[in-house]
């Protein structure tokens, strides 16, 4: 009788420790990782610690979010793989982005020159019910999920040393773009010869006259130093790009619907943030660049009517082809 009571006791105490051990691994918060390519002060970084910090409060602390900026975590094709395949939960790189890997052709629609006429323009565009189709099948072609497409960047312009004010001016000209299928045939039709090189190496390239000109916004010609070896800043404000929260489907099915209602609320303070601090830093990053001796090159000197003309239908052909049909006009007249 004596030994069935020590045997029941070590019972109890075994499965108190199960229950306790439980206890303490519910009580340990879910860590979760959260990379981007954009450097520590970008807007962009600090709106992924603002939704980092909104998680944290509004679960209770049961998801720590950290955030790896710089590409720690890899350079965007490389942080879409690892949502495939889980290793990593999240990450926030620009809906253009998602166009550059296998299955994700259809993205392309939302870097088409002059399509977008604002932030807002885009993003109603993007969370239409016209645009469902093609973020579904991107969605299932890729192997993960997008949160959350909001967050404006700064509109892509170009740098060059010479004026470029015209079709005409583009003739010949060697200018280092983004490895986008859009902005090489946006090029090549206005008579440019795009060049494909490590964004590391376009300050060099620049000064050493491989290229003659680079495609980006102000805020990253202004810290990249391209000032100092370009001249001109042609606002062209061609191409927009919104942030985007990417999310891999093994977390995301893991989430409740409680969690992912936070998840998405965080998300969505976070775009605000970005927003405010692109604009910002855009009101003031011209008036840097002319200070640094750089003159910004504008409407109505710059011929950007001229410019459109040229391009006028030039992805007609890829309409019902790489998105469904109609989504191309849709956007323009939405």
Same mark, same amino acid.
């Given at each position: 009788?004596?030994?069935?009571g020590? &045997?029941l006791l070590?019972a &109890?105490?075994c499965?108190?420790?199960?229950?306790?051990?439980a206890?303490? $691994?519910?009580?340990?918060?879910?860590?979760?990782?959260?990379?981007?390519?954009?450097?520590? *002060?970008? /807007?962009?970084t600090?709106?992924?610690?603002e939704?980092a910090r909104?998680v944290?409060?509004?679960?209770?602390?049961?998801y720590?979010?950290?955030?790896?900026?710089n590409?720690?975590?890899?350079?965007d094709? $490389? #942080?879409f793989?690892?949502?495939?395949?889980g290793?990593l939960?999240?990450?926030?790189?620009?809906?253009n982005?998602l166009?550059?890997? %296998?299955?994700?052709?259809?993205l392309?629609?939302?870097?088409? /020159?002059?399509l977008?006429? *604002?932030?807002?323009?885009m993003?109603?565009?993007?969370?239409?019910d016209?645009f469902k189709?093609?973020?579904?099948?991107?969605e299932?072609?890729v192997?993960?999920?997008?949160l959350?497409?909001?967050g404006d960047t700064?509109?892509?312009?170009?740098?060059?040393?010479k004026k470029? =004010?015209? /079709?005409?001016?583009?003739?010949g000209? +060697?200018?280092?773009t983004?490895a986008s299928?859009?902005v090489?045939?946006?090029?090549?039709?206005?008579?440019a010869?795009p060049?494909?090189?490590?964004?590391?190496? &376009?300050?060099?390239? =620049?000064?050493?006259?491989? &290229?003659d000109?680079q495609?980006?916004g102000a805020i990253?010609?202004n810290?990249n130093?391209y000032y100092?070896?370009?001249k001109y800043?042609?606002k062209?404000?061609?191409i927009?790009d919104?942030?985007?929260?990417?999310? %891999?489907?093994?977390?995301?099915? %893991?989430? %409740?619907?409680? *969690?992912?209602?936070?998840f998405?609320?965080a998300s969505d303070?976070?775009?605000?943030?970005?927003?405010?601090?692109?604009d910002?830093?855009l009101?003031?990053?011209?008036?840097?660049? +002319?200070?640094?001796? #750089?003159?910004i090159?504008?409407?109505?000197e =710059?011929?950007?009517? =001229?410019?459109?003309?040229?391009?006028?239908g030039l992805?007609n052909?890829?309409d019902g082809?790489?998105?469904?049909?109609?989504?191309?006009?849709?956007?323009?007249? #939405?």
């Amino acid at each position: 009788m004596k030994k069935l009571g020590i &045997v029941l006791l070590i019972a &109890v105490i075994c499965i108190a420790t199960v229950f306790a051990q439980a206890a303490t $691994e519910q009580a340990k918060p879910k860590t979760i990782k959260l990379g981007t390519s954009r450097a520590d *002060d970008h /807007p962009t970084t600090l709106g992924a610690k603002e939704f980092a910090r909104i998680v944290e409060e509004k679960t209770g602390g049961r998801y720590k979010v950290e955030v790896y900026p710089n590409d720690m975590l890899g350079n965007d094709a $490389e #942080m879409f793989a690892q949502l495939k395949t889980g290793d990593l939960e999240m990450c926030i790189e620009g809906i253009n982005t998602l166009a550059f890997i %296998s299955g994700g052709e259809a993205l392309e629609i939302t870097a088409i /020159p002059f399509l977008y006429r *604002d932030y807002e323009h885009m993003r109603k565009c993007l969370l239409s019910d016209a645009f469902k189709p093609a973020l579904e099948q991107a969605e299932k072609n890729v192997g993960f999920k997008i949160l959350n497409i909001t967050g404006d960047t700064a509109p892509r312009g170009l740098t060059c040393n010479k004026k470029i =004010l015209t /079709p005409d001016d583009f003739q010949g000209i +060697k200018i280092r773009t983004a490895a986008s299928e859009t902005v090489m045939r946006t090029m090549k039709t206005l008579g440019a010869l795009p060049q494909q090189i490590a964004l590391a190496d &376009v300050w060099m390239a =620049l000064k050493t006259g491989v &290229v003659d000109a680079q495609e980006n916004g102000a805020i990253n010609s202004n810290k990249n130093s391209y000032y100092e070896v370009q001249k001109y800043y042609m606002k062209t404000d061609y191409i927009r790009d919104i942030e985007t929260f990417y999310i %891999s489907n093994q977390f995301y099915d %893991s989430l %409740s619907d409680a *969690d992912k209602a936070i998840f998405r609320e965080a998300s969505d303070a976070a775009g605000e943030l970005i927003t405010k601090l692109n604009d910002e830093q855009l009101e003031s990053v011209y008036d840097e660049l +002319k200070a640094k001796g #750089m003159e910004i090159i504008t409407e109505p000197e =710059l011929r950007l009517d =001229l410019i459109r003309e040229k391009l006028e239908g030039l992805f007609n052909d890829w309409d019902g082809v790489k998105w469904p049909a109609g989504m191309l006009e849709a956007f323009k007249n #939405m």
